[in-house]
């Protein structure tokens, strides 16, 4: 079955709505356990808050061609999400896994928005173009400070480690 730019955006916004939903989720359950790396959880709540305007926004962007986000694949992403932080709570180095992965999905993240970008594009939806590039502005910001701390991240991680041992 054929489908047009526009139908191929909204269906990039839904799975975006589901993405956020499930790096809210992670980030939700990642910052319960981060106390003792202050850093890394006031950047974590700081961009749970950021994730919270972007599903706004892509709601936003949803409504203004009336529709509206898919409750299937949102529930799906929250599981996920949770599953995917509760995965490594088993680990001892879970702070590295969690940074590890934090960056991948902060990279796929920016990968989606780029995406619904040029889709934006292709189906003549110009007005959604700005919410998208704040979000997209945010991620890379996410994504930057990752890269630019996982140093100190793993310094802290042996810090903790050797403290506990």
């Known amino acids: 079955m054929a489908q047009d730019a526009r139908e191929i955006f909204i269906t990039g916004l839904r799975n975006a709505h589901a993405m956020e939903t499930q790096a809210r989720e992670m980030m939700e359950r990642q910052s319960e356990r981060l106390d003792e790396y202050p850093d890394v959880k006031a950047r974590i709540t700081a961009h749970l808050h950021e994730t ?20 299937l694949k949102d529930t799906t992403q929250s599981l996920m999400g949770n599953m995917a932080a509760l995965a490594h709570t088993v680990m001892p180095d879970e702070i590295l896994k969690n940074t590890f992965a934090n960056n991948a999905f902060e990279h796929f ?39 630019q701390n996982i140093d100190n991240v793993t310094r802290s991680y042996v810090r903790v480690a050797q403290a506990t041992a």
Request: net charge negative.
């Open 52 to 71: 919270e305007t972007q599903l706004k926004r892509l709601d936003e962007c949803l409504a203004s061609v009336g529709e509206s986000s898919s409750t």
């Open 109 to 147: 993240e920016i990968a989606a928005y780029k995406s619904l970008l040029s889709l934006a594009d292709l189906a003549g939806m110009s007005a959604a173009k700005p919410l998208l590039q704040a979000s997209l502005k945010e991620e890379e910001a996410m994504a930057a400070w990752i890269d």
